[in-house]
């Protein structure tokens, strides 16, 4: 709905296609590989369910025109129109939900029902974590599968090992191999492989017309349809990474490798298998991938044939799964950004692309998620039950807020737009409903991971908002407080050098306050701005903690907007009084917030005077103690709470100081209990005593 188009390669610089390439490898694994099970799956649902009076081939070629349908419908709904929603509006932004949301926050006014969006776009964050732990395992499982079950799983666990073992090297690195082998290997071979197979039996591309699907599944009945429309969406997972890995590619390398390349190989192979049964039955096993291998008769050339064939397709459910880890890191990296789930340790691993990152406690999550299925499930006929869930739902959730996108951003025709979507969600919602049939033969596991996942953000935005509340209602004292305390402090100096007094301190009691040359950095969790604003509670803190006034005082606020970067001047600058200064600089959720470096460029620039070779960096800790009559309810959300506290980075450590020497970091304790959330922290008191004075 956007008028936006990517130009034709020969139109784009020569990175194009090494991206494109990349892209191939990173984005398109995943449904890369569901010709190792898709088929598989129908024409065994076909056996289970068969009745007296059943016409396999036209049940075959009717699951056969569902399957090219269900590409189609993938080809418009993402190809065409949701991969143009990035988060810049030119095809080289971020991708995923929330780019959407992100978007709809950015519309000037209120936008109706921003609300309810932001918590599907967290559901969907958390059946993308359930599609990310299926599919290594399904993929891997199809894989091995000649090698019997048993060693079918050890195999699978120790590939997986080695997957996520090497993540920490990079998206480009890792979808540069595997964008070769995809290219000039795997999708040259199952096209070729279903060529011979295809054309022996014409009939197949009868299935192009959708009469046939409509057939098929009206002599199927509901129940059976249903089942089939199960299997069928087989074909179609792994699509959602299309637009969720758009920060790594941009949209022209994703849709142009699709259209040009992926999807004319997976349909030569799918009227392959459809057509190698209609001339030879069913396989044993019914596996109808491996089936299509050459045979020439010649014992050592069909044997290496075979070997071949399952080490390519082991190399390649390996790809399978980096689709969705890559998509697992860019989604956990925008919300992260976007206050939706802890700050984890995000490591950049491209200096020409921000959008590639690794998230290590990601990675380690997923692999053992992924062992444990691989260890339950034990075969991909098994898992492909708890398949379909989670991608289906995903897909709604996405086609929902595109149409808002649609209306609020581009303004399109409302009814325009709906009618559009409607006919979207209608088929989302058809496969949804045909996979929620399989719930208790495995369809559960992606709602308890979903589940996990979003009681988990939801929880940390929960603790976060009253964290906020109660650094908001503690009564700290306005900053003019501070600056009539240096100017005290400058009164007492002159004092001092009239009367040759030794020091000029506070009155004794309950702190001795001197001022000392040194510049020191207050994180702060606030803008401030002027000096009726309050002092940040780390400053006060540091004030009764060491009982020092720094002659340089620098209050930094970092603040994450809600696009991906930021355009034009990121720092504001506000001088308060002498020798204290406030910034705020404003970084993208795609960006890397890096202070030492900001402080090095506003310095270089003039904007702030202070020795760099002197300054110290000031952080505060919140701590979250439980306190008397909280309800139950509110307390088990506050142990967890407390746990995802624990398991984030530290600010300090997020903003890109985590080997810095000088950082400090003070506790600041926030007690829960049946009242809310407050800040606990001793006040502190002080004047300040001029020579003769006493």
Not at 400 to 414: D, E, I, R, S
Request: glycine share 10%; charged share 15%; proline share 5%.
């Amino acid at each position: 709905m956007s008028d936006t188009t990517p130009a034709p390669p020969g139109h784009l610089p020569a990175s194009f296609f090494t991206r494109m390439r990349q892209a191939t490898g990173t984005v398109y694994g995943d449904i890369g590989t569901s010709v190792l099970y898709t088929v598989v799956e129908i024409v065994r649902e076909l056996q289970r369910h068969a009745t007296p009076g059943s016409d396999l081939k036209r049940d075959l070629l009717g699951g056969l025109s569902l399957v090219f349908w269900a590409l189609m419908f993938l080809t418009v709904k993402y190809d065409l129109l949701i991969t143009r929603a990035d988060s810049k509006g030119d095809g080289t932004g971020e991708g995923g939900t929330f780019a959407l949301w992100t978007l709809l926050k950015g519309v000037p006014g209120k936008v109706v029902g921003l609300a309810v969006i932001g918590v599907l776009v967290v559901v969907a964050t958390g059946m993308l974590a359930a599609d990310g732990l299926i599919t290594p395992v399904i993929s891997m499982l199809g894989a091995f599968e000649p090698l019997g079950e048993s060693w079918a799983v050890v195999a699978t666990v120790g590939t997986l090992l080695l997957l996520f073992r090497f993540q920490s090297r990079g998206t480009a690195r890792v979808g540069g191999f595997f964008g070769y082998f995809m290219v000039f290997l795997w999708f040259p071979w199952i096209a070729l492989k279903g060529i011979p197979w295809a054309f022996a039996h014409p009939e197949v591309f009868l299935a192009v017309n959708p009469l046939y699907a409509a057939d098929f599944l009206w002599h199927q009945g509901w129940l059976g349809s249903m089942v089939i429309l199960g299997a069928v969406v087989l074909a179609i997972t792994g699509g959602e990474a299309m637009y969720a890995d758009m920060g790594h590619f941009g949209r022209a390398p994703i849709v142009w490798s699709w259209r040009t390349f992926v999807l004319p190989c997976l349909l030569l192979n799918y009227f392959g298998q459809v057509g190698y049964v209609l001339d030879r039955g069913v396989p044993p096993g019914g596996n109808t991938f491996y089936a299509l291998t050459p045979a020439f008769g010649i014992a050592w050339l069909d044997g290496a044939l075979k070997v071949f064939d399952i080490a390519v397709s082991t190399i390649a459910a390996i790809i399978a799964s980096q689709a969705l880890i890559t998509g697992m890191f860019s989604v956990v990296k925008q919300a992260i950004a976007l206050g939706f789930c802890p700050r984890f340790d995000v490591r950049y691993t491209s200096k020409e692309v921000e959008g590639q990152v690794y998230i290590p406690a990601v990675n380690w999550a997923m692999l053992v998620g992924c062992i444990t299925l691989a260890l339950t499930f034990q075969t991909a006929s098994a898992l492909a039950s708890a398949y379909g869930i989670a991608v289906t739902a995903t897909m709604a959730i996405t086609t929902f807020c595109f149409g808002y996108v649609a209306v609020y951003v581009w303004k399109k025709p409302p009814v325009l737009v709906w009618v559009v979507c409607g006919l979207l969600i209608s088929v989302d919602l058809l496969f949804f409903v045909a996979n929620s049939l399989k719930f208790f033969q495995g369809g559960y596991v992606p709602v308890v991971v979903a589940a996990v996942v979003v009681t988990a953000m939801l929880t940390w935005q929960w603790g976060r908002a009253r964290l906020a509340a109660a650094f908001g209602a503690y009564d700290s004292k306005p900053l003019r407080w501070l600056i009539d305390l240096r100017e005290m402090l400058d009164e007492a100096k002159q004092a001092v050098a009239e009367e040759l007094y030794m020091a000029a301190r506070l009155v004794q009691g309950p702190r001795e306050l001197v001022e000392i040359n040194r510049a020191v950095v207050f994180l702060c969790s606030r803008p401030i701005r002027q000096p009726d604003d309050r002092v940040p509670v780390v400053l006060r803190v540091f004030l009764k903690k060491t009982g020092a006034l720094p002659r340089h005082i620098t209050l930094l606020h970092v603040n994450q907007i809600a696009d991906p970067e930021v355009v034009g001047d990121r720092y504001e600058v506000v001088q308060i009084s002498p020798g204290i200064v406030s910034v705020v600089v404003s970084y993208g959720y795609a960006e890397r917030p890096d202070i030492r470096k900001a402080l090095r460029e506003l310095q270089q620039q003039g904007r702030i005077q202070i020795p760099s070779d002197r300054w110290i960096i000031e952080a505060g800790e919140e701590e979250v103690l439980v306190g008397e009559g909280i309800d139950p309810l509110d307390k088990a959300r506050l142990y967890l709470f407390r746990t995802l506290l624990r398991l984030s980075t530290p600010a300090h450590r997020y903003f890109g100081l985590g080997s810095d020497a000088g950082v400090s970091k003070s506790v600041l304790p926030v007690v829960f209990d049946g009242h809310g959330a407050s800040l606990r922290l001793p006040e502190l008191e002080a004047s300040v005593h001029t020579p003769g004075a006493g």
